[in-house]
């Protein structure tokens, strides 16, 4: 168990597209995807009976393809959905159904007999005009508070409520991050719930992080002006989130019930924050292409030195045991004076528990690099009669390292390179870490510089 808060949207306004309205059930269970899709399980309180019926149900703007009948003893047969929501959508549900309309000052009954174009049968002398006769007067049984999908089911017996499950989309959810470097050094974790269209009174929320494939995109929902709110938290003593893995993604289970207004925001920890130590390292990319050919530099040229954090996790640890779902980390540290300065912005893929995390976070202030190159030389050779000819070349570096700071520094000067090349010689021994990539570490001192040089062969 791992301690978080709730924070409830207040549910206020029924808005065109909500999930919401005639059919609304007590505690529904959504799930929310960061990629915006939103799995909603509900059981409607329909009656139903026994054999083949069709159930107008208030589901909202959804994905028809995706609807789902929970009960066993219940087949899906048909669903007819139209997701516009205006007055002409309305009345394509209503042909044949008698009105009331207003025109000027008096009250006028008549028939809709067709559409395209609209077709009324004035009451009661029975004569039919093209064009509305004045205008409407809905009752509230007419006009529902969400799109409504005409559901046709068959069940084997008679039924109170109706289990469904189906997709939508409009909500979503992320992670973000907060590391604290220094001796008191520690990450807290929070996710952040954006409502988009929902619109739903207490319901179970889970939030699922994790690379569950993808499919054709669902038609999105209308969408709405944003609106921040948040009504009230609850103790964060009080309220604890679960997390569990679920086939290759990790689930998140909010405590209590959560309320959505469309456009809202939800902000609370994933966990309770866990100590962290972090390394600081220092990068200087590679001066070769990674396939091909290349040409002679020029002269001299400035190279960012990257600036990455990497924080152990090992399993057993109370950091080394949270999955982190992926998301953007800021990092943080205190000046001499004991204010937070944030200095670091990056992001992180979904990290599997024991999983080693690394976050790049920009480039250096105090330390810079330039590189040179010193030497260029090229042949070519045939190695195997009537085979085509390759190229060899002889290229050698130097990385002008210089440090600023009181205090000596480490700076890891990378080679990456696919095919066949090696290193000739160094000033400094390099590190074969694979096929493809050879480091060289250089200690550069306090207020020093130091020349790192080195020849490579390389063939193409």
Aim: hydrophobic share 40%; glycine share 10%.
């Amino acid at each position: 168990m791992t301690r978080s808060a709730v924070l409830t949207f207040a549910c206020t306004a029924l808005l065109a597209g909500s999930l919401t309205g005639q059919g609304a059930t007590a505690a529904p269970s959504v799930t929310l995807f960061n990629t915006g899709r939103v799995l909603v399980r509900r059981t409607l309180p329909v009656a139903v009976p026994a054999g083949v019926s069709t159930q107008p149900l208030s589901l909202g703007a959804f994905a028809p393809a995706s609807l789902a009948m929970l009960d066993a003893g219940v087949t899906l047969q048909r669903i007819a959905f139209d997701p516009a929501w205006s007055e002409e959508a309305l009345l394509r549900r209503h042909v044949g159904e008698r009105f009331q309309l207003r025109a000027a000052s008096t009250q006028v009954n008549a028939t809709l007999v067709a559409l395209d174009p609209e077709r009324w049968r004035l009451e009661p002398e029975g004569k039919l005009v093209f064009g509305r006769p004045g205008q409407l007067l809905w009752s509230a049984e007419q006009v529902p508070l969400s799109p409504i999908a005409d559901v046709t089911v068959q069940s084997d017996r008679a039924r109170t409520g109706l289990k469904v499950m189906y997709e939508t989309s409009g909500g979503l959810w992320s992670a973000s991050y907060r590391i604290f470097l220094g001796g008191q050094g520690r990450i807290e974790g929070v996710a952040t719930i954006n409502a988009g269209t929902l619109n739903l009174a207490e319901v179970e929320v889970q939030l699922l992080a994790g690379d569950i494939g993808v499919q054709r995109a669902a038609a999105a929902p209308p969408a709405y002006a944003a609106r921040m709110e948040m009504d009230k938290a609850v103790n964060l003593s009080e309220a604890f989130v679960s997390k569990e893995a679920i086939g290759e993604a990790h689930l998140y289970t909010l405590p209590g019930k959560v309320s959505f207004t469309p456009g809202a925001q939800l902000v609370l920890p994933l966990f309770e924050p866990v100590a962290v130590k972090g390394v600081r390292l220092l990068t200087v990319g590679g001066g070769l292409p990674y396939y091909g050919g290349f040409p002679q530099d020029q002269d001299e040229r400035d190279t960012p030195v990257a600036v990455a954090y990497r924080f152990d996790r090992k399993l057993g640890t109370p950091f080394g045991d949270l999955p982190l779902p992926g998301g953007a980390i800021n990092l943080f540290d205190t000046d001499k004076a004991g204010r937070v300065q944030l200095i670091g912005a990056g992001g992180i893929d979904h990290t599997a528990p024991g999983e080693l995390l690394t976050v790049s976070t920009g480039t250096a202030f105090d330390v810079t690099a330039k590189r040179t190159q010193t030497s260029f030389s090229t042949s070519r050779e045939q190695p195997v009669p009537n085979m085509p000819t390759r190229t060899i070349a002889l290229v050698g570096y130097r990385v002008a390292l210089q440090n600023a700071k009181d205090s000596a520094v480490t700076v890891e000067v990378r080679e990456d390179r696919g095919g066949e090349w090696s290193v000739v010689a160094s000033s400094v021994p390099p590190e074969k870490r694979s096929s493809t990539r050879t480091v060289f570490n250089v200690t550069v001192p306090a207020k020093g510089k130091v020349d790192l040089t080195y020849r490579l062969r390389v063939v193409w």
